[in-house]
T-cell receptor
Framework: DAKTTQPTSMDCAEGRAANLPCNHS???????VYWYRQIHSQGPQYIIH???NNETNEMASLIITEDRKSSTLILPHATLRDTAVYYC??????????????FGQGTELSVKP | NAGVTQTPKFQVLKTGQSMTLQCAQD?????MYWYRQDPGMGLRLIYY???????DKGEVPNGYNVSRLNKREFSLRLESAAPSQTSVYFC????????????FGSGTQLSVL
């Protein structure tokens, strides 16, 4: 699976958009980009995933560059409850296979009042 | 619907003792995973099971064994606990279909003295 690079930490003002970058320059054509977050002392939570088109759901938006070498997770109106560690992962989507998912260090996002 | 249930939530062991961490999911998922998380670090994969009856090593399997007892249950065993195994352990499960979200349990805090 392709490796990812994320900033160690970021700050964001409450109510503003939080833009979390992820570099995955060695991504392969069949690899998806996944985002998870982990609020302190809890298990990680799935946020969103995508292949090459931009994606949006009730939690966030995912913007993937045209060359797919990087992506940005956008929390449009960050709240204090969005303070967490955010993990970017890339891996292939293989139907009916259970391959391993490896989490890196992630970005620690602090949303401040 | 309980999702992924881990027991116990907390455990203290002495060096050399053995114990089994239990994990069960009620979502009919094929794949199950065990991760550990040390302070200030991301999640590291210990073992995973792509389907009932199969298990494979992850990034940090040494000192652990696993059993996929049936489709619902995936246990992690420490035969001779060491202080280096002090960590928070997370179990997760996933459906092997187009939707590849990982669902995590709430974790087991293990201390080895």
């Amino acid at each position: 699976d392709a490796k990812t690079t994320q900033p160690t930490s970021m700050d964001c003002a409450e109510g503003r958009a939080a833009n979390l970058p992820c570099n995955h320059s060695t991504i392969s054509g069949n690899e998806y980009v996944y985002w998870y977050r982990q609020i302190h002392s809890q298990g990680p939570q799935y946020i969103i995933h995508g292949l090459k088109n931009n994606e949006t759901n009730e939690m966030a938006s995912l913007i993937i560059t045209e060359d797919r070498k990087s992506s940005t997770l956008i929390l449009p109106h960050a709240t204090l409850r969005d303070t967490a560690v955010y993990y970017c992962i890339v891996r292939p989507l293989i139907y009916n296979q259970g391959g391993k998912l490896i989490f890196g260090q992630g970005t620690e996002l602090s949303v401040k009042p | 619907n309980a999702g992924v249930t881990q027991t116990p939530k907390f455990q203290v062991l002495k060096t050399g003792q053995s114990m089994t961490l239990q994990c069960a999911q009620d979502m009919n998922h094929n794949s199950m995973y065990w991760y550990r998380q040390d302070p200030g670090m991301g999640l590291r994969l210990i073992y995973y099971s792509a389907s009932e009856g199969t298990t494979d090593k992850g990034e940090v399997p040494n000192g652990y064994n696993v059993s996929r007892l049936n489709k619902r249950e995936f246990s992690l065993r420490l035969e001779s606990a060491a202080p280096s195994q002090t960590s928070v352990y997370f179990c997760a499960s996933r459906v092997d279909r187009v939707d590849e979200k990982l669902f995590f349990g709430s974790g087991t805090q293990l201390s080895v003295l």
